[in-house]
Each structure stands twice: as C-alpha cells, then as structure tokens.
C-alpha cells in the first residue's frame, strides 16, 4: 500500500510512553561523529512526540552497512542511513548483506548536506588559488600537482573529487584517509594542499582563515555557507551538472506495518520541522530536511540511484 500525505492523518493515536518497547534510533558509525550527534538529537525530541523511549545503538563497520543491516533485520529499530550506503553501495560492493530497497523502508529524509572542498590559505595565497577557476587552472597546468584528501575509498567525498575532476578533466592527485579528521588536521598543517568533505568539521578553519572554501558539491549553495559557491555554478568548467548531496535517511525493516511507518513518520515530522531542530543541527553541519511522505523518500531513492552510480563508475571504486 502506498502512503500519502493525507493518510497520515489516519496513523493510529498515541500510546503512553514505557508500554511500548523502547525504539532504537540505529547509527551506522562510531560513537562522537555527525551522525551519531544527530542520533542523540533526535533522542532527545522524539520520545515527547512518540510517547515511547527512545535509545541509541551503535552498530559500526564496514562504512555503514553493518548498522544498515541491523535495521534491515531488527524489530523495533529504525536506522538514520545515509545515501551513499543506499544509492552507491550496491554498485561498489561485490556482495551486499541486504537489499536497500528491497529489506528496507524510507520514513523520511532528515538532513541535508553538502561536501565542501578546501585548500590550505597559505598555499592558496603563494599559488593565486582565489577561487576554484583558478585552482583548477593551475591543477591543469601542472597535472597531479593538486593534493587533496578525501575520508576514505567509496565515501562521497572521494566520489566528489572523482566526479570534480572527470568533469574539469584535471588530474588531481586524490590522498584517501581512515576518516576525515586526520585529513583536516594535514590540510590546516600544509601537509597537502586540500581537502573534501562534509562541513562539520572544515567550517571552523574556514572561518579562522586556515582553510579557504572553494565550493560545495550540491547544485544550490549550501545554508550553512550562503557566501560558498556551488560546483554547478562553473558550467564553462563542465561543472553544470555535478550536484551530490549527501543525505541521510531514516529507514525501518522492510516489514514494518503502514501504520507504524505513518506514527513514525508524524513524529519525526513534527520535530524535523522545529526551529530549535533546525539550530541544534547547524553545528553539525547539517541542514534539516523532512520528505513531504514516505513515498516522497521512496521516489528520491528511486531518483538518486543512478547519479550514484554513475559517480561509482567515474571513481573507479570497488570493495571486494
């Protein structure tokens, strides 16, 4: 059955919190990281709306699809999912433990964010790279001399570059870290020239003058950084068309019942469109993002899969 906006108006009424089991908000990565901040958010909001307990699961590993799993296979779970894990994934790995579409169920989107691509001030300031024409400029006219981080094989930071530089026909020398914390502290440190990722934690070197934006990956400018231009922005440089967001879903096992979904769905609604859900989410680096249905988050997926996967054939990537 497909549900709409209007059949929620049909989900079943509330139950006093502690006769429900508690629901576990499942985080596909390690305690202390975005998602996991934004999980303990909606912790702390849901169980008002949701008259239920509300708790945390860790389940790590394996860029997410471990904790995909979980959810895909657990009862009173829904998991926060991210788009690299249902839209890219299956093109990347050579097994998958599930299905995204067929063992899992959208609720909603939650977040919405940008990769942000950064270079060192002080090289920037020594190689004239004012902007992203000019960075690019140089990086054409001396190829594999740009040396700029990604967080990992497979994650959409390393998609990104690989998209930025197909697109421009650059060759950029791409350094993959075990996450992007390290990367960040090279790139403040001069240790390479740059680096992509998501916000979180690029904005406050931004910020202090250490690192110099370039631009973000998403066809419109991100909310967090209104004065960051857009990659799309640059058609002459045959960017037109790169707009890679990376989103985050919430999912449940494929066998929830349509009710649950819509009691789900209201209550993150209800606190996804909260001004103070909004603020507690900027620090992060996130934008809050709710679908109008779970079937809107359904045909996003649906919409999405293929510009993942042409992203997956661009980089080359592939996890045996």
């Known amino acids: 059955m497909t549900i709409t906006g209007s059949a929620m108006l049909l989900a079943a009424p509330a139950i006093a919190q502690g006769t429900r089991r508690p629901l576990r908000v499942v985080v596909p990565f390690p305690p202390g990281g975005g998602v996991d901040s934004l999980a303990r958010v909606l912790a702390d909001r849901l169980p008002a709306v949701l008259d239920q307990p509300v708790v945390v699961d860790n389940r790590s590993g394996a860029g997410g699809l471990i904790g995909a799993d979980a959810v895909a296979k657990g009862p009173t779970m829904i998991g926060i999912i991210g788009a690299a894990t249902l839209c890219a994934a299956p093109f990347l790995q050579a097994s998958m433990p599930f299905h995204p579409t067929r063992d899992l169920r959208p609720v909603t989107?939650?977040?919405d964010a940008s990769v942000l691509l950064v270079v060192n001030a002080q090289r920037a300031a020594e190689r004239g790279w004012t902007d992203l024409p000019a960075t690019l400029a140089w990086a054409r006219a001396n190829p594999g001399g740009l040396r700029l981080a990604h967080s990992g094989v497979a994650t959409v930071s390393h998609l990104t570059l690989a998209a930025l530089g197909a697109a421009a026909q650059v060759q950029i020398t791409e350094l993959?870290?075990?996450?992007?914390?390290?990367?960040?502290?090279?790139a403040v440190s001069g240790v390479l020239d740059?680096?992509?990722d998501l916000p979180t934690a690029l904005i406050p070197h931004v910020e202090a003058g250490r690192l110099?934006?370039?631009?973000?990956?998403s066809r419109r400018r991100f909310g967090l950084l209104p004065d960051v231009p857009s990659f799309a922005e640059y058609p002459a440089l045959g960017l037109g068309d790169i707009d890679i967001r990376s989103w985050n879903a919430m999912m449940v096992p494929a066998g929830t019942p349509d009710a649950e979904v819509l009691r789900l769905f209201a209550g993150l609604r209800q606190v996804g469109t909260q001004p103070g859900f909004r603020d507690a989410l900027r620090p992060l680096g996130y934008d809050a993002a709710v679908s109008e249905s779970p079937g809107a988050m359904a045909a996003m997926i649906a919409s999405e899969t293929p510009?993942?996967?042409r992203l997956v054939q661009i980089?080359?990537?592939?996890?045996?």
């Not at 993959?176 to 090279?186: I, L």
């Open 109 to 111: 989107q939650i977040t």
């Open 176 to 186: 993959p870290y075990r996450g992007g914390a390290q990367a960040t502290t090279d």
């Open 194 to 196: 740059g680096s992509a």
């Open 212 to 217: 110099r934006a370039l631009g973000v990956s």
């Open 307 to 309: 510009r993942w996967q």
């Open 315 to 320: 980089s080359g990537a592939r996890v045996d």
